[in-house]
């Protein structure tokens, strides 16, 4: 009778091992690459982004007291201009700015050659903490209702523009695909230094956290966050 070989039967194991190994080295690092490729095209989107908007509206920026954010968000930041306290009604100095800065800012957005990597524009409203008695006694909840009011008019207002209405069926249907109106109330309200209070732990500022944002998502930031909740 044959003897049984063990040092073969280890080596076929060993081998097969290895195989195996090689096979969830080169998974792996085909995974890092995609992951790399993923990161780097959202970076070069937001920074190409951020540098038209940065050249068109640099001439701008200090008249209508707004800032161009890395993140992609344009602050209107003056409270006086935007609205009456309390009020919901746009004020006629910023509809005299948004009909400025929307043809401008939304033309850069369609005929931009990265358009299919924006998701949304955001226009967000952000108020203080003071209660709103006519919205109910939850200071919180009734500046969500002001916050979404303004939102809401300003999406009117740029619907009801005529340089709004001279864009293709095609370019509104993209924009109505883009465009959403939120009412954040002081959940992102802002400290001295332009800090959210909620992660500084400082006092509020009552005028800086009163504004008017416009927020782009990309594309990337949906990827960014599938991958991180497959890794967590």
């Known amino acids: 009778m044959a003897k049984h070989n063990i040092w073969m039967s280890v080596s076929d194991l060993m081998t097969g091992l290895m ?38 509206f640099k001439g701008d920026t200090a008249e209508w007291k707004m800032t161009v954010g890395k993140d992609l968000s344009m602050k209107f930041k003056e409270p006086q201009v ?28 369609l005929n931009d050659s990265l358009a299919d990597r924006i998701q949304e524009i955001r226009i967000e409203g952000h108020t203080d903490d003071v209660l709103m008695k006519k919205y109910g006694n939850d200071p919180y ?31 509104q249907k993209r924009l109505e695909f883009w465009f959403t109106a939120n009412g954040l109330s002081y959940g992102k309200a ?6 959210y209070v909620a ?20 594309s990337g930031e949906e990827v960014l966050e599938n991958f991180v909740d497959k890794i967590k």
């Open 190 to 195: 802002l400290d001295d230094e332009d800090e």
């Open 141 to 171: 909840l009734s500046n969500v209702l002001l916050s979404q009011m303004r939102s809401y008019n300003v999406l009117k207002y740029i619907r009801e523009m005529p340089a709004y209405q001279e864009f293709t069926e095609e370019q």
């Open 199 to 218: 992660v500084s732990q400082k006092a509020i500022n009552r005028d800086k956290s009163r504004r008017v944002e416009f927020r782009l998502v990309t």
């Open 19 to 56: 195989v195996i190994f090689l096979f969830v080295a080169i998974a792996y690092m085909l995974k890092v690459r995609e992951n790399q490729n993923v990161l780097t095209d959202y970076v070069e989107t937001r920074q190409h982004l951020h540098e038209k908007l940065v050249n068109e």
């Open 82 to 109: 935007l609205f009456v306290s309390g009020s919901d009604q746009l004020q006629p100095r910023f509809c005299e700015i948004l009909n400025s800065f929307i043809p401008r800012y939304l033309n850069i957005l």
